[in-house]
């Protein structure tokens, strides 16, 4: 890999974080994207940075306005998943994604990032060598068009998250390593504070989880990955991008992908702003300082954690100049009482949805 002009680029992402800055990255793309037609559900493939690149430059948009000093280029599932959907071919995506996510990060002043996902070779027993072939493909377009860093995100297996850290550490560049796990072990029962040592010694910068699981349980992990690299005497920064959905009766091997709602119906299971408020919070206290969300987290997510930490970071999101305390013409009392943030935080909400169960039964599926 040639040495790239992101060298030359103002402070990179390691010296901002080191400098103790607060990061906030963006939120969710492949499930946003099927919500809004341009993906399918199952499949989950980004063929749309290439059938509809205004879609991925609009939600890049929006999420730069929330907040987000970071934008990842929207190449998750863009390697032999693409190939299994027959949506257009690999390095097309890649680099269409690419060209989009540049175009939008340069109009923010945003650092950018290239990211790397779990593969379908891998979960048929492919070799390593053959599964780091997919991984350096990708990673050697992202070098190309000078991605400010690199990502891999949502691997459920520690392995390949690993295996796609070493290739990523190949390009010279800062590395992000995010798995979908809960705060016991990896789905194969490795122990989520061994993960975190063994994803600092592949080469990670920056460790933490993303998507799949109940918030608070993804945070319980960034804990336990935080305790075991204070064990093992490793330094790496912690970076938390949770899902948008509450789902704690979800399982502890798929999480919500098990759920009778999963996809098409997780609407009532919805975080509000409020409850990202109290999640990035509680993920400041622990030493979180690079922010973010996954699936069901849109741009007024992102501009939640922006606002909650709007003393600390000493900035204000653009989006956040329509965002005003809501004067109720209809409030029970009559001097028209303002919904300020302490209303917002201390209310229940409901569903509105007669016989709504609070939980529903994972299905039954046969790694439970
Ligand atoms: N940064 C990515 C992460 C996606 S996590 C996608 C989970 C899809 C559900 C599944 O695996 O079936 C994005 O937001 O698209
Ligand atoms: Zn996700």
Redesign the pocket.
Known sequence: YSSSSSEVRSQTILERLNAGEILIG????????ERRGYAT??L?T?EVNVEHPHAVEGLHHEFARAGSDIL?A?T??ANDNLDRAQTGGRNEVNESACRIVKKVAAQYNCLWAG?L?TTIIYGHGGSKQDVQQYFREQAEIFVRHDSDFLIA??FHICEEAEWAVEVLKETGKSVLASL?ITSQSDYKGVPTDECAVRLVKAGADVIGV???FDPPESLKAVAKMKEGLEKAGLKAHLMF?PLGFHCPDADNKNGY?TLPEF?YALEPRQLTRWDVHKLTRSAYDLGVRYFGG??GFKAYHIRAISEELEKERGTKAASSGKHKPFKSLFSSTLNHVERNEEYWLNLKPASGRLFCPSYTKPLNTKNQ
């Open positions: 963006d939120g969710g793309y492949i499930t946003e994207m559900a199952g989950w980004p990842q929207f998750f599932y990211g996902s995100e949502y979908c993303n998507c799949k991008q992908l996809p996954c699936c």
